[in-house]
Every structure is written in structure tokens, then in C-alpha cells.
């Protein structure tokens, strides 16, 4: 049984919310706009608590992200100002640096994604130091907790322990660009690259599953005239040796239009693999090279003016499993990419391959089993469901995505060269 959290519901419950605005803001001025779900003001003051019992206080300024589709999440991120008053002149930690609040509710992932930042931090030294360049900047976190009285405990009650909403987590973060600030679609796939590996890097060394691979979570880092893909938002990850265990499991995560097919299925009850999020990789692909003609402008469809893969974003889960159906199971596949990415449309029927040979020989499988069940029960044949009989694993992913237009992109840590290393060698041996 899956357990659907409430989404939109929640997020424009805006009555519901009006406490949380007093817990949080200390001072509004007069007359100000409305600026999202918090009914946050620019110019607004937040003070929340900091090391040693002091407090901080941070002028909020535009609000730069607010999702809408997202399982139990209602996240807000707001670019933020220092305006601690006890912050002396020019000595400022937080000086010169681009900051954002990020708001959440954290549900039913208890720990706070600084934690597992700090974990990739700790690791990655020596070899694996270049995973430094592709992880969040992260600040200072805080919780502030929900009072039993207030009016989100409607909420809970309606949804008991599906959702256990204890308190709106806070975090001071450095500001990312999204994906549309790159110019070129060479920098696109040099940052999907990037991402992909610290993604890959992040599970196998660290242990941590990331869990929510969506466009708006794939961010760029400008430093010292070069760019970094980034892999954003950890509001949903795991330790992978937690896996499994209790009702997280139960729970389908990650951003509705890059979610893997299956888990849009009503009686889909497994857990969250790695190939899933490699799955949500080719969507977040798919959408974004067939959806904009440049980096900015949507290419209208030009049948109906509606523009094209945009319904993915609004559409409901079976008619969603019925779309990345017949994406996975076109033969050929033909994806309408833009002239501006048509580099990626290599990537993507590579990746389409894979998939297709993937879940079809994961129906060939049942069947096959089925059959054989009846004839030699305890000759039952195997099938490698966690890479879909091998199609849809770190090593594909890598032999496919490293290469863009016959141009090596740069990879990063022994791990990956090491995978590439084999295949070359296995095709030499071929
Ligand atoms: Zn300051």
C-alpha cells in the first residue's frame, strides 16, 4: 500500500500557514506584497536561533523558489540579507556571500539534509575532494517546532501518521543558479555530467541515497570563472543502510514529473532503487531538451500551441505511467528535441535503449517464471531486478554519459575513471 502525502492542499492551506508566519517573522513592514505560501514580505525581518544561544537575523528579499509538486514537502527558498544587529561592521561571516533561506517541513525524513552535507564533507578529501564542487554550501540549520495548538494539527490529525509534520526547518544556504542560466548546451551536459557522478559518488562513499532527481534540483556553481553542476535539495534522502527500514519505504519521493514510471503505479509498493533516479535523470533530460528551444524559451508544439512534455508537470499519476509508458516503450524512439539541444538526442535514445531493454526483459522474466513455477518451483530463473538485467547501472550510465559530439567530458574521481577504464577495455577486447 502506498501512502500518499498531501501536497497542493497543504501548500495553499494559506489560513494554516498564517501561524507559522507569526512563529517565524519578528517584523513586516506596512503594506508590503505577498510573496508566496508564507505570505513572506521583502524586507521583512527573520531572527531564528544560532550557536551558543545567540540568535541571527536575516532581511528577506525575493522569493526565488516555491514548489507545488512535491510529496509533503512545501518548500520555500527566499534570497536573504544578514542584518544581524550584532554583526560588526565589515566582520561578518556571512559578508559577500549570495545567501537563501530555505523553508521546509520536514515529514517523514527526520534528518536534516545539512547532516548528510556534512557527512559528504568529512569524506571528501584527497582523491574524493573534487565532490566539493558539486555539493550544496550549507550554512546553518534550524528547527523551529510546531506547538500542538496550531492549526497545522488539523492537518495532522487528518492525515495521522502518514504525516508527523514536528517542526519547519529552516537553512541558510549559498545561492545556486538553476540550470537555465548556462548559454551553451555543451555547459548543459558538462553539468549533467558533474551531477551524475557527485550523484553516484554520494551513494557508493558516502551511503546516502539521494532520492529526488528533478531539473529544479540540478543547480549551477559559478566560481573562479568555471561552472559546476550541483546536486541540490537532500530533503529526501536516506542513509542507504537505513533503506528500507520503517514507513519510508512506503512513502514514493521524489518530484512528480521525473519520477520513475513504476512509481506512479497504485499498488507500486518496492522500494526507492538506484536505477530509479537514473530513470528520473533521462526524464529530467527529456523534458528539458524537448520543452525549451534555448536555454530560456519554450518551443510551442506547433499542432495545438500547447507546449510540448509541459502537462507532465500537472497531469495525475496513471496518465503520467501511461505517458513514460509509451516514451519507454516507443521503438524507435524519436523524442521532438529542439534544434538548440540536438546534441542530446544521442544521450537520450541511448538512454531510451536502455530502458526499453530493460523492462522488457523484466516482462519476459515474469512470465518466463510464471511458467516455470508451474513445471520445477525450485527452479525458479533470476533476474537482476535492481539494474533491470543490467541495463540501467552506474557502468551504463557512465559509458553512455561521457561522451558528448566525440568530446570527452571531464570526469571527476578514481571511481568513475575506473568504470571507464573497463569499458574501454572491454571494447578493445571485442
Ligand atoms: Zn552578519
Redesign the pocket.
Known amino acids: 500500500m502506498i501512502k500518499y502525502l498531501p501536497e497542493a492542499d497543504f501548500i495553499r492551506n494559506a489560513d494554516s500557514l498564517l501561524q507559522l508566519q507569526k512563529l517565524l517573522v519578528v517584523n513586516t513592514p506596512k503594506e508590503s506584497p505577498s510573496s508566496g505560501i508564507f505570505e513572506f514580505c521583502e524586507g521583512s525581518l527573520l531572527t531564528f536561533p544560532y550557536k551558543d544561544e545567540q540568535t541571527?537575523t536575516v532581511c528577506l528579499k525575493r522569493v526565488i523558489f516555491r514548489s507545488n509538486d512535491v510529496f509533503g514537502r512545501g518548500t520555500t527558498v527566499v534570497r536573504v540579507e544578514?542584518?544581524?544587529r550584532h554583526?560588526p561592521p565589515n566582520q561578518?561571516?556571512?559578508?559577500g556571500k549570495e545567501l537563501v533561506l530555505k523553508l521546509t517541513f520536514p515529514s517523514k525524513t527526520p534528518i536534516s539534509e545539512w547532516t548528510f552535507i556534512d557527512r559528504c564533507k568529512e569524506l571528501a578529501q584527497g582523491e574524493h575532494a573534487w565532490v566539493l564542487n558539486h555539493l550544496p554550501d550549507i550554512y546553518w540549520s534550524f528547527d523551529i517546532p510546531l506547538h500542538d495548538d496550531s492549526p497545522l494539527d488539523n492537518f495532522k490529525k487528518e492525515f495521522e501518521d502518514a504525516h508527523e509534520m514536528r517542526v519547519v526547518r529552516g537553512s541558510i544556504q549559498e545561492e545556486l543558479k538553476p540550470l537555465s542560466s548556462l548559454k551553451t548546451a555543451k555547459e548543459r551536459t558538462q553539468v549533467f555530467c558533474d551531477i551524475i557522478q557527485c550523484h553516484h559518488w554520494v551513494r557508493k562513499c558516502a551511503q546516502i541515497f539521494h532520492r529526488d532527481v528533478s531539473e529544479g534540483n540540478f543547480m549551477v556553481r559559478e566560481r573562479d570563472g568555471k561552472k559546476y553542476g550541483v546536486l541540490n535539495d537532500w530533503d529526501l534522502a536516506i542513509w542507504l543502510n537505513n533503506e528500507g527500514d520503517g514507513p519510508t519505504s512506503l512513502i514514493r519521493t521524489g518530484t512528480r514529473p521525473y519520477m520513475a514510471r513504476e512509481q506512479h503505479s497504485f499498488d507500486w509498493g518496492g522500494q526507492h532503487r538506484y536505477r530509479h533516479d537514473l530513470e528520473s535523470i533521462f526524464y529530467v533530460m527529456l523534458l528539458l531538451v524537448c520543452l525549451y528551444s534555448s536555454p530560456n524559451e519554450k518551443v510551442p508544439h506547433f499542432e495545438n500551441q500547447e507546449f510540448r512534455f509541459e502537462e507532465w508537470h500537472w497531469r495525475d499519476d496513471e496518465y503520467l505511467r501511461l505517458l513514460k509508458n509509451s516514451v519507454v516503450y516507443a521503438a524507435p524512439f524519436r523524442p521532438p528535441v529542439s534544434p538548440f539541444f540536438i546534441g542530446f538526442l544521442l544521450w537520450l535514445t541511448e538512454l531510451q535503449d536502455h530502458l526499453y531493454m530493460g523492462f522488457t526483459g523484466l516482462g519476459t522474466h515474469i512470465k518466463q517464471a510464471a511458467k516455470q513455477e508451474a513445471r520445477q518451483p525450485n527452479k525458479l530463473p533470476t533476474f537482476d531486478v535492481e539494474t533491470l538485467g543490467g541495463h540501467l547501472s552506474c557502468e551504463q550510465i557512465a559509458m553512455i554519459l561521457h561522451m558528448f559530439n566525440n568530446e570527452q567530458l571531464t570526469t571527476h574521481g578514481l571511481e568513475w575513471q575506473k568504470i571507464l577504464e573497463g569499458l574501454s577495455r572491454n571494447q578493445q577486447q571485442k
Do not use: K, M, T
Open positions: 541571527r544578514c542584518a544581524c554583526c561578518c561571516n556571512w559578508q
